[in-house]
């Protein structure tokens, strides 16, 4: 019986998650005495949110409720990529945030290395965004999990479709 076990290693998060963040972000932005006259909005595209605001110092504000937010629901921040600020018209501020999703080609190359050189009897293989590990013993497969916990990555790893 020579069956093999395996799991995915990919970056990704909880659209719904991050949707219900930004809307109880919104809600206490407008309930705080400092933010409330700043007209403050965030707006969620496909890939980044937007924060228009009124001051450098209100959007360090809203940036700390947000990661909060975040955190409370689950979210790793690492999926928050923070641009630079930028002025905009009537003294306001707006900063772009990319969601960083899925695993780029040169960080997948770099689990996969350190994997290959930890671990002897685990074969991890690239596809696309995500990086499938595969052996014969379970055992090992949970070595690796535990082994790329520990480590600190750009982006937040989760395991899936562990068989």
Request: without cysteine; aromatic residues 6%; charged residues 30%.
């Amino acid at each position: 019986m020579a069956s093999t076990y395996s799991f995915d290693i990919v970056s990704d998060f909880d659209r719904q998650e991050l949707v219900n963040a930004v809307d109880q972000a919104q809600r206490e932005i407008k309930q705080r005495y400092d933010l409330k006259d700043t007209q403050t909005e965030i707006e969620l595209g496909e890939g980044s949110l937007t924060i228009t605001t009124a001051s450098d110092m209100a959007l360090s504000s809203i940036q700390d409720i947000l990661s909060t937010k975040a955190a409370k629901r689950g979210l790793s921040l690492k999926i928050f990529d923070f641009q630079t600020p930028e002025s905009v018209s009537g003294n306001r501020v707006r900063q772009v945030v990319q969601l960083k999703k899925g695993i780029d080609a040169t960080l997948a190359k770099q689990i996969s290395k350190q994997i290959r050189d930890t671990f002897k009897k685990v074969q991890p293989s690239i596809q696309g965004d995500l990086v499938r590990v595969s052996a014969k013993d379970k055992d090992d497969l949970q070595a690796v999990i535990q082994m790329l916990k520990q480590e600190d990555y750009p982006v937040a790893l989760q395991f899936i479709n562990y068989r």
